[in-house]
């Protein structure tokens, strides 16, 4: 038995990383009731609790959201679960937890030195000279600045975009890369970089995301 835990908390942490070897994202809390006979979701939720307070695991209020922190529970899985937060057109995207719409597995390469990074579902068809269409997801690295010609989420008074950014002497150009839309400036007072796109996602049948 791993030290300081009760022979429950071993077999919940056990089940936790076959399941994440073997699916690339944690169970929720029924699927560790049920595999483990834990007649209730508060009967799991006590060992959880009780897990996370021996830094075994942290997790948050959304679903699927258990990260295993004990190097001898890894499971090395291929996936890692990203926050799905919303759409970039009008509006902030908002990064607290309770406006998080889902967890979306991606490939643990394409985020693997990334801290915090989440995505935002891309809506019109301006930068469809980047193979970004309607509906995409894009993998977004947090970071407040940004180099010239970089692909960016930012925020313009309260409307976000992806685009290319130029920086023209005092003012930043945003560059879209389809012909039918033209560049323009903006107030860099008024602009703010929410970070840089360094992948994308896309469900041709519209059903995963």
């Known amino acids: 038995m791993a030290k300081g835990l009760t022979q429950r908390q071993e077999q919940i942490l056990r089940f936790m990383q076959e399941y994440v070897k073997d699916e690339g994202y944690p169970p929720s809390i029924r699927e560790i009731g049920d595999r ?5 979701l508060r009967g ?3 060992h959880l609790d009780a897990l996370q307070r021996k830094g075994y695991i942290e997790r948050s209020n959304t679903p699927r959201s258990i990260k295993i922190l004990h190097p001898e529970f890894q499971a090395g899985a291929k996936v890692k679960l990203l926050p799905l937060l919303g759409s970039i057109a009008a509006g902030a995207p ?22 915090n ?3 935002l579902r891309v809506r019109g068809d301006s930068m469809s000279g980047e193979g970004i269409n309607p509906r995409d997801l894009v993998v977004v690295r947090p ?5 010239h010609g970089d692909l960016v989420a930012v925020l313009v008074d309260d409307e976000a975009t992806v685009k290319r950014i130029h920086f023209v002497g005092d003012t930043i150009r945003l560059v879209p890369s389809n012909p039918a839309y033209e560049p323009f400036e903006v107030d860099p007072e008024q602009t703010r970089i929410i970070g840089r796109i360094v992948g994308l996602m896309r469900d041709y049948e519209g059903m995963a995301f």
């Open 36 to 40: 483990l006979s834990i007649s209730s």
């Open 94 to 115: 908002a990064l607290a937890e309770s406006h998080v719409e889902a967890l979306v597995a991606v490939p643990s390469e394409m985020v693997r030195t990334i801290e």
């Open 143 to 147: 970071q407040e600045t940004a180099n």
């Open 44 to 46: 799991v939720t006590v």
């Open 117 to 119: 990074a989440f995505l």
